[in-house]
């Protein structure tokens, strides 16, 4: 049997009729950047958040770089992160000249650890960027808690991590600003690439629309040395046409997770951990394994496909070699990019390939 790691085939011949009625509706339409459609997402994402104000981008890393650069991030300023994320969000913090200053996750949640940041906080440093990693919200409490301490600004990555929710409350509201990816194999995904910047701060929102658009506040007159990131209409219009599922898609990857959590009994696999305040959203099912190597070519050979989430820690990334990092500076990051192994989790999986998958990995020794 054949497992993809991901297949959009499900939702899209389920959603088939509403993804071609909005294209058609743009079409017909004739307009194509920053119009109804635009508008139109921005507000339904908003109030699915659960923030005020919603401002469309191309993709996730210029929502988190406008959102920094609205935020007047820049040179000199150092910005805390996870050790173990993407690198689109360190990306982010260098493109605005600021400095990213990682601090290691805890191995148990894969999320930044809260007691280890504060012996990083400088008197350079102006916000804390946490990322939902994997689908699973970050303990946001002592974030906060830390920020107000030291009057930082707090940007959410929300990119893995839409609808999750912490003591109740969805990721993407408990920052001063929140950055929403819609790549196509996002939780809520479009069909090329989308962002999002979420906020309840008007001034910020009108300084980031502002930004993304060369840096213009009305047409012709620039403010700012803006760049072009925009929401395009295709794009908002199959969002739109998403987002009253994402819920119920996202409780399908629950579902899915909760039977690789009951299923999965092998000795030498570790399986994630969700603290109880937490509701994940599954982006990644990551599980990690000593003999990583040996499980990927296990499930592999058997048709099963696996991912890597992030096979080279952002430190040892050629791209940052400037910061002079070096093997053994953050032990955490390593051992989960030398263990941690994603298995396929997607909305529309069967029940055959879930016990499949869960049957195979029980068969690793
Ligand atoms: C995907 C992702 C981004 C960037 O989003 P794009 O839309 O691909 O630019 C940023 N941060 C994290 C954690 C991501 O997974």
Redesign the pocket.
Known sequence: MNVPFVSFLPMERELDADLRTAFERVYKRSWYIAGAEDKAFEKAFAEFCGVKYCVGT???????MIALKALGIGPNDEVVIPSN?????AL?ITYVGATPVLVEPDIKTFNINPDKIEERITKNTKAIVP???YGQACDMDSVIELAQRYNLWIVE?C??AHGSTYKGQKVGTFGDAA?????P??NLGALG???MIATDNKELAERARAYGNYGSDYKYHHIYKGNNSRLDEFQAAFLSAKLPHLERMNAVRRNIAQRYLDGIKNKEIILPYVPKEIIPVW?IFAIRCKRRAALEKFLNVRGIETNKHYPIPIHLQECYKEFGFKEGDFPIAEEISATELSIPIYYGMTDTEIQYVIDSINEFN
Request: net charge negative; charged share 15%; hydrophobic share 40%.
């Open positions: 191309g993709n996730g890393l210029d929502a988190l994320t993407y690198i689109a969000t982010a990322v939902h990693l990555d990119a893995q950055g929403f990816s819609f790549y194999g996002k690439d989308a962002g982006h």
